[in-house]
């Protein structure tokens, strides 16, 4: 169970005090004013990555939030430079041979960014447009995120630029097999345990898990996101869809404002996007959209759980694509090559994929009266858009707080596993709400006490962030 948020955070207090012993025991060393120090550091971050757009990205979303905590207590800028660079980043060739006997080589990353908290935790994405600096922002995300869940797990994240669409079931296997054969040697339910991302769902898991078993001779928890007959967890396909809009719903809450009988956008139409719809339904609110990479579809009076339970259907079936779902239903529109950012309605779930929302998106969303945009996907509004949310007083939660529901079902499944034991929906549901809600409140109170007012981005980022860099700082500065 998570502890409750005074038991975690530290008060500004002991900070202060931190930081005196700090400035005591660093008076001999002659350096710079804070606000310089962290303007070099920002530069070295960006002179050491250049040419990596996401992964700078992802650093500067961070520390334009971090930055008047670091001036005022910098003692935490050279746990910041450490955390900046990831303890371990292993790129490596991934040969195979496709269903008429070709080789095909692909590249295969894991990025082990953080283990001041426990094992390096973090799915692995199959996709074409996979490269490090996509990997190394994940991973740096999952830092935070992992830190927020309060289980007790590093971070990691990882895959490969192989594209599955349109692949056989058996290229499919061949491929996760040959992937394994280079990335077993790091992985371990002590030291590294992947769960899916884009495109790496329960089979690909097994496939993983199988070669994985084969040369370890280990059945062990190191893996998660596993099928129920093997040792996976009720409600982790659920958990990340589910939990967003439990996260959306406390926020909403702390606003007087309600998700029933309102309108909401989702983008994307996989594991996230599909578990957010069936959750808004639960709640009574009237999701209008789903998409894919090739265009949306547009519901009018919002879709139904049957209409649900058919794109499951159709997800199924591997190659069905979303355009589909038009010759199900007589009220649907298509539209190929947007995305849904255009329709008008109160709520935003982006749950597809990185950069979805540029400041373009963002100022029609606001044209059209949004009043939350809740992100399910990994960093898919850009640092414009972010700001401008903020500015326009729309409620913003970032996807490493408003998403974490996913990986803290991950690690239930690795206490479930370390117990020998399964939990019911029920226990893992009620864990995953309570877990949410922490989220929440701590974000909320770390905003809160650091001058953020209700600024959720910022309070993630700074409970987050203090955790881990504690942590580094109290194992001898690692
Ligand atoms: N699966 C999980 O537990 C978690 C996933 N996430 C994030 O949620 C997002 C979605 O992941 P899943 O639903 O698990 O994956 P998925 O593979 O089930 O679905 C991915 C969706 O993104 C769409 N997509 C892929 N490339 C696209 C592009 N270039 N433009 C527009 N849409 C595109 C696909 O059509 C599909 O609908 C990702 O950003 C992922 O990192 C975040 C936390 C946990
Ligand atoms: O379940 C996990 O280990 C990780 C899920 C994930 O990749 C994410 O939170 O982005």
Same mark, same amino acid.
């Given at each position: 169970?998570?502890? @409750?948020?005074?038991?975690?955070?530290?008060?500004?207090?002991?900070?202060?005090?931190?930081?005196?012993?700090?400035?005591?025991?660093?008076?001999?060393?002659?350096?710079?004013?804070?606000?310089?120090?962290?303007?070099?550091?920002?530069?070295?971050?960006?002179?050491?990555?250049?040419?990596?757009?996401?992964?700078?990205?992802?650093?500067?979303?961070?520390?334009?939030?971090?930055?008047?905590?670091?001036?005022?207590?910098?003692?935490?800028?050279?746990?910041?430079?450490?955390?900046?660079? +990831?303890?371990?980043?292993?790129?490596?060739?991934?040969?195979?041979?496709?269903?008429?006997?070709?080789?095909?080589?692909?590249?295969?990353?894991?990025?082990?960014?953080?283990?001041?908290?426990?094992?390096?935790?973090?799915?692995?994405? !199959?996709?074409?447009?996979?490269? *490090?600096?996509?990997?190394?922002?994940?991973? #740096?995300?999952?830092?935070?995120?992992?830190?927020?869940?309060?289980?007790?797990?590093?971070?990691?994240?990882?895959? @490969?630029?192989?594209?599955?669409?349109?692949?056989?079931?058996?290229?499919? *296997?061949?491929?996760?097999?040959?992937?394994?054969?280079?990335?077993?040697?790091?992985?371990? +339910?002590?030291?590294?345990?992947?769960?899916?991302?884009?495109?790496?769902?329960?089979?690909?898991?097994?496939?993983? !898990?199988?070669?994985? /078993?084969?040369?370890?001779?280990?059945?062990?928890?190191?893996?998660?996101?596993?099928?129920?007959?093997?040792?996976?967890?009720?409600?982790?396909?659920?958990?990340?869809?589910?939990?967003?809009?439990?996260? =959306?719903?406390?926020?909403?809450?702390?606003?007087?404002?309600?998700?029933?009988?309102?309108?909401?956008?989702?983008?994307?139409?996989?594991?996230?996007?599909?578990?957010?719809?069936?959750?808004?339904?639960?709640?009574? @609110?009237?999701?209008?959209?789903? =998409?894919?990479?090739?265009?949306?579809?547009?519901?009018?009076?919002? #879709?139904?759980?049957?209409?649900?339970?058919?794109?499951?259907?159709?997800?199924?079936?591997?190659?069905?694509?979303?355009?589909?779902?038009?010759?199900?239903? /007589?009220?649907?529109?298509?539209?190929?090559?947007?995305k849904p950012f255009t329709v008008k309605a109160d709520f935003?779930?982006?749950?597809?994929?990185?950069?979805?929302?540029?400041?373009?998106?963002?100022?029609?969303?606001?044209?059209?009266?949004?009043?939350?945009?809740?992100?399910?996907?990994?960093?898919?509004?850009?640092?414009?858009?972010?700001? !401008? !949310?903020?500015?326009?007083?729309?409620?913003?939660?970032?996807?490493?707080?408003?998403?974490?529901?996913?990986?803290?079902?991950?690690?239930?499944? *690795?206490?479930?596993?370390?117990?020998?034991?399964?939990?019911?929906?029920?226990?893992?549901?009620?864990?995953?709400?309570?877990? *949410?809600?922490?989220?929440?409140?701590?974000?909320? /109170?770390?905003?809160?006490?650091?001058?953020?007012?209700?600024?959720?981005?910022?309070?993630?980022?700074?409970?987050?962030?203090?955790?881990?860099?504690? =942590?580094?700082?109290?194992?001898?500065?690692?």
């Amino acid at each position: 169970m998570p502890v @409750s948020v005074t038991q975690r955070s530290e008060n500004s207090h002991i900070l202060e005090l931190k930081a005196k012993a700090y400035s005591t025991s660093h008076s001999g060393v002659a350096k710079k004013a804070p606000e310089q120090q962290v303007e070099d550091l920002r530069r070295a971050v960006h002179a050491r990555n250049e040419g990596e757009r996401e992964f700078l990205d992802a650093v500067d979303e961070v520390l334009n939030t971090l930055r008047p905590l670091l001036v005022k207590y910098p003692q935490y800028i050279e746990p910041f430079e450490r955390l900046v660079e +990831p303890e371990r980043q292993i790129a490596f060739r991934v040969s195979w041979i496709d269903d008429n006997g070709n080789q095909v080589v692909n590249r295969g990353y894991r990025v082990q960014a953080n283990s001041a908290l426990g094992p390096y935790k973090g799915g692995l994405r !199959f996709h074409k447009d996979l490269n *490090m600096s996509v990997v190394k922002s994940l991973a #740096f995300e999952q830092v935070f995120k992992n830190s927020l869940t309060n289980l007790l797990i590093g971070a990691a994240k990882g895959g @490969s630029d192989f594209d599955p669409t349109g692949r056989s079931d058996g290229e499919v *296997m061949r491929f996760c097999q040959s992937f394994m054969t280079e990335l077993y040697r790091y992985l371990g +339910p002590d030291t590294d345990i992947p769960s899916g991302d884009i495109n790496v769902g329960s089979r690909e898991i097994g496939y993983l !898990f199988g070669q994985y /078993k084969r040369l370890t001779n280990h059945f062990n928890g190191a893996f998660t996101g596993k099928d129920l007959n093997w040792g996976g967890s009720n409600i982790r396909p659920e958990a990340t869809g589910y939990g967003l809009v439990y996260f =959306s719903e406390y926020y909403c809450n702390h606003r007087r404002i309600s998700l029933k009988g309102h309108k909401s956008i989702v983008s994307g139409s996989g594991n996230v996007a599909i578990y957010t719809v069936e959750k808004l339904l639960d709640l009574g @609110s009237i999701p209008l959209t789903l =998409s894919d990479s090739n265009g949306y579809i547009y519901e009018p009076a919002g #879709f139904t759980r049957k209409d649900l339970e058919f794109i499951k259907e159709l997800r199924i079936s591997q190659n069905g694509y979303l355009q589909q779902y038009t010759a199900y239903s /007589k009220t649907a529109k298509y539209f190929p090559n947007e995305k849904p950012f255009t329709v008008k309605a109160d709520f935003a779930f982006p749950c597809a994929i990185q950069g979805e929302i540029t400041l373009n998106e963002a100022s029609t969303l606001a044209k059209n009266g949004i009043k939350g945009v809740f992100e399910g996907a990994n960093l898919p509004s850009s640092n414009e858009a972010i700001s !401008f !949310f903020k500015k326009n007083q729309i409620l913003f939660a970032p996807g490493k707080a408003a998403n974490a529901g996913g990986v803290a079902v991950s690690g239930l499944e *690795m206490i479930q596993n370390s117990q020998r034991q399964q939990w019911s929906k029920e226990v893992v549901d009620e864990k995953l709400r309570l877990i *949410m809600k922490d989220i929440f409140d701590t974000s909320l /109170k770390a905003a809160n006490d650091f001058g953020y007012t209700d600024d959720i981005q910022a309070g993630a980022n700074i409970a987050g962030f203090l955790k881990v860099a504690d =942590s580094m700082i109290q194992q001898g500065n690692v």
